[in-house]
């Protein structure tokens, strides 16, 4: 077995540049209310940083597993 992949040290420049998306951009793109962002990321299923205005930032990658979970819950719900 490969060892695994270590993450390269990122600088705080690097980090933010992958935490693009405000808040209401991220509800815009999964299609859902801002306290449902909010209670996502309360969770743990995704995770913000704050910009230098204390402002949340999301990913791409977050609003993307956003998307899906509510897809899968939405699912779940029509399907029994």
Same mark, same amino acid.
């Given at each position: 077995m490969p060892p695994p992949q270590l993450q390269p040290?990122?600088?705080m420049e690097e980090t933010?540049?992958?935490?693009?998306l405000t808040v209401a951009e991220v509800?815009?793109?999964a299609g859902c209310h801002r306290s449902t962002v909010v209670?996502?990321?309360?969770?743990? &299923?995704?995770s913000?940083?704050?910009d230098h205005n204390n402002?949340?930032? &999301?990913?791409?990658s977050d609003a993307k597993k956003l998307r899906t979970l509510? #897809?899968? #819950?939405?699912?779940?719900?029509?399907?029994g």
């Open positions: 040290d990122l600088s933010m540049a992958n935490f693009q509800t815009r793109l209670r996502f990321e309360e969770r743990g &299923y995704i913000s940083r704050r402002f949340r930032r &999301y990913s791409k509510l #897809r899968l #819950r939405n699912e779940v719900d029509t399907n």
